[in-house]
């Protein structure tokens, strides 16, 4: 055969051989997100004094976005870039939106709540806001006239911290709500205010003994005054009739649809007992988790913390639940005077908290949940109390070097010596912090702690500047968990009044690119998941969260906007959890978004 011949020949093969070969047929997109502004963050961190990277999308006029449309497919992210990119994946069964330039953020994520219990506490009698024992015992009395006699009133969210000078006692609640149980938990949950017959409920007396971390307080004639502080509300544990299982579950699906339509995609739930983490399974179990569950178990449950030391942590497949983390308490709250401290606090001499062993913190049993691979995050709040905690990892991944990259956590971390700023990055540990906290907190924090160590709290800059890395959340429902609240908080250090004027303490206020990344980005590496999502890159989980504002350009330019953002749309896996102002349409047809507002 001539060498022409071998040519034509070999030429002839490869024809038929592709002609052969199956076509692969093009990837079509379930979903197709066009005319937005999107902000991916996937370019590199900013620096420890917020200086934004030279590759981020920020000009000397601004930010802009890095991309204008996005493409997913199988609850992946198949494209992000310009209308062009995502073209080639737009077919019959394709759902196209055109969000008339709204944003798109990375999928929120709140990495401190308590969601099982926000559904329930929607039922219950509202505190939040009162200013005076006569205003919140009418507010009680009210629910009683509506309320067959004898059945529990359980109210909620009387700020300990700004009542902590003149808390009630039971007399005018015992008169007004005499037939019915009363239980008022605060705002945080570490005081709780009793009438009569609900101490009469749970056995409690003068004789009663509180539990360790715990204070009855007694009155001249030795009886309870109706206030219990930090572990005594143990003492209800089993007196006040829990919902029934159905119950449990409708509320908790109620709170993380709650959150879905704040932008949340997912959450850290900050300490699931059993029958928490039975909603989570029972809602995974049906597929009907709305939003993704990083569930922290409740150290105190320690039956169910040994069942779990033996079985090993479960990391999140398709039903949206994973349980990897146990949370502890090492010391009580700032505003009720149990966070532990260095020094006396400065409105009650002689006092400095309760923290340790002397707060139920259990030692052993947390050692021995990092050892079988679970991440610990352990509630802090006093200067001492974060001290002690931080000793405590030390001596803890010394014994067991192999826990060391768990990335364990400290709660709140919301008085921090200097000398103890630079160990969160020398020992990994995540400082997991609430901007809310600052600017609902300055009312009374300075008396707690006099003008000098309150400069040492709520310190976000400090701590990013000591290479310390930050999860950011809102402890919800101890605060308010609406994202545009917090961004405003750490970006501002003002409240929602706009007060003061130049923010407190304004040297600790984070950049936009900062918060933002706080409620995204820094709290998928919290939950050990930043190779999932926390941002939008191709491959990656569709976790994404739609405003109507840029909190970028608007927290530069005029933050105090920012309180005025509406979630627009939340999108979990691909799937859309939340909409708001859309109206739906066939498959594959354009349709424009009129962002309205509800």
């Known amino acids: 055969m001539t060498s022409n011949s071998l040519r034509v020949w070999l030429l002839a093969t490869a024809a038929l051989l592709v002609a052969c070969m199956p076509v692969e047929e093009p990837v079509v997109a379930d979903l197709v997100i066009e005319n937005a502004r999107v902000y991916s963050f996937a370019w590199p961190e900013p620096g420890l004094d917020g200086s934004v990277d030279p590759s981020a999308p920020r000009s000397e006029e601004g930010w802009e976005p890095d991309a204008d449309a996005l493409a997913i497919a199988g609850g992946r992210i198949l494209a992000v870039g310009s209308s062009v990119d995502v073209a080639d994946f737009v077919g019959d069964g394709t759902r196209v939106v055109d969000l008339s330039g709204a944003t798109v953020l990375p999928g929120l994520i709140d990495s401190h709540a308590h969601v099982a219990g926000y559904g329930e506490l929607l039922g219950r009698v509202s505190l939040v806001g009162v200013e005076t024992e006569e205003e919140a015992v009418e507010r009680i009395a009210a629910a009683a006239d509506t309320t067959p006699a004898g059945e529990w009133i359980v109210a909620w969210g009387f700020d300990e911290g700004l009542w902590a000078n003149r808390l009630p006692d039971k007399t005018l609640l015992s008169e007004r709500v005499p037939d019915h149980p009363v239980h008022a938990v605060s705002l945080h949950g570490f005081v709780t205010w009793e009438n009569e017959l609900s101490l009469e409920?749970?056995?409690?007396?003068?004789?009663?003994?509180?539990?360790?971390?715990?204070v009855i307080e007694l009155g001249p004639d030795g009886e309870p005054t109706g206030i219990l502080r930090d572990n005594a509300s143990d003492l209800y544990a089993g007196v006040i009739p829990p919902p029934a299982l159905e119950q449990r579950i409708e509320n908790t699906r109620r709170g993380l649809q709650a959150m879905a339509e704040l932008g949340y995609t997912a959450i850290h739930d900050g300490g699931a007992r059993r029958e928490v983490l039975e909603t989570y399974e029972a809602l995974?179990?049906?597929?009907?988790?709305?939003?993704?569950?990083?569930?922290?178990?409740?150290?105190?449950?320690?039956?169910?913390?040994?069942?779990?030391?033996?079985?090993?942590?479960?990391?999140?497949?398709?039903?949206?639940?994973?349980?990897?983390?146990?949370?502890?308490?090492?010391?009580?709250?700032?505003?009720?005077?149990?966070?532990?401290?260095?020094?006396?606090?400065?409105?009650?001499?002689?006092?400095?908290?309760?923290?340790?062993?002397?707060?139920?913190?259990?030692?052993?049993?947390?050692?021995?949940?990092?050892?079988?691979?679970f991440q610990l995050a352990i509630h802090a709040i006093g200067d001492a109390g974060?001290?002690?905690?931080?000793?405590?990892?030390?001596?803890?991944?010394?014994?067991?070097?192999?826990?060391?990259?768990?990335?364990?956590?400290?709660?709140?971390?919301?008085?921090?010596?200097?000398?103890?700023?630079?160990r969160f990055a020398a020992l990994d540990v995540?400082?997991?912090?609430?901007?809310?906290?600052?600017?609902?907190?300055?009312?009374?924090?300075?008396?707690?702690?006099?003008?000098?160590?309150?400069?040492?709290?709520?310190?976000?800059?400090?701590?990013?500047?000591?290479?310390?890395?930050?999860?950011?959340?809102?402890?919800?429902?101890?605060?308010?968990?609406?994202?545009?609240?917090?961004?405003?908080?750490?970006?501002?250090?003002?409240?929602?009044?706009?007060?003061?004027?130049?923010?407190?303490?304004?040297?600790?206020?984070?950049?936009?690119?900062?918060?933002?990344?706080?409620?995204?980005?820094?709290?998928?590496?919290?939950?050990?998941?930043?190779?999932?999502?926390?941002?939008?890159?191709?491959?990656?989980?569709?976790?994404?969260?739609?405003?109507?504002?840029?909190?970028?350009?608007?927290?530069?330019?005029?933050?105090?906007?920012l309180l005025g953002g509406v979630v627009l749309t939340t999108v979990v896996g691909g799937e859309v959890v939340f909409e708001r102002g859309v109206t739906e349409t066939v498959p594959g047809v354009l349709y424009t978004n009129p962002l309205t507002r509800d």
């Open 430 to 561: 995540i400082a997991s912090m609430e901007p809310p906290h600052a600017v609902e907190d300055m009312a009374w924090a300075e008396e707690r702690l006099g003008p000098e160590r309150v400069r040492h709290g709520y310190a976000w800059r400090s701590l990013r500047r000591a290479g310390a890395r930050l999860a950011l959340n809102s402890d919800m429902s101890g605060s308010d968990p609406n994202v545009f609240y917090g961004l405003h908080a750490a970006i501002t250090r003002r409240d929602k009044n706009e007060l003061p004027a130049g923010g407190w303490f304004p040297e600790e206020a984070l950049t936009p690119e900062e918060a933002v990344r706080g409620y995204t980005v820094w709290n998928a590496y919290a939950g050990c998941a930043e190779d999932e999502t926390g941002t939008l890159e191709v491959g990656k989980r569709a976790d994404l969260t739609v405003v109507d504002i840029d909190p970028l350009d608007l927290g530069e330019t005029d933050p105090g906007r």
């Open 386 to 422: 974060n001290r002690e905690t931080l000793d405590f990892f030390e001596s803890a991944n010394a014994a067991q070097p192999e826990t060391r990259g768990l990335r364990h956590r400290i709660e709140h971390a919301q008085i921090v010596h200097p000398d103890d700023q630079p």
């Open 201 to 214: 409920r749970a056995g409690i007396t003068g004789a009663t003994e509180a539990p360790v971390g715990g």
């Open 284 to 373: 995974a179990a049906d597929g009907r988790l709305p939003i993704r569950v990083y569930a922290m178990l409740s150290i105190s449950d320690e039956e169910l913390m040994r069942e779990w030391i033996e079985r090993g942590p479960r990391t999140e497949s398709d039903d949206k639940l994973t349980v990897r983390s146990v949370k502890a308490y090492y010391d009580a709250s700032l505003g009720g005077r149990g966070a532990r401290l260095l020094a006396d606090y400065a409105d009650q001499p002689g006092h400095r908290g309760v923290s340790g062993g002397d707060y139920g913190f259990d030692r052993d049993l947390a050692v021995d949940a990092m050892g079988a691979g």
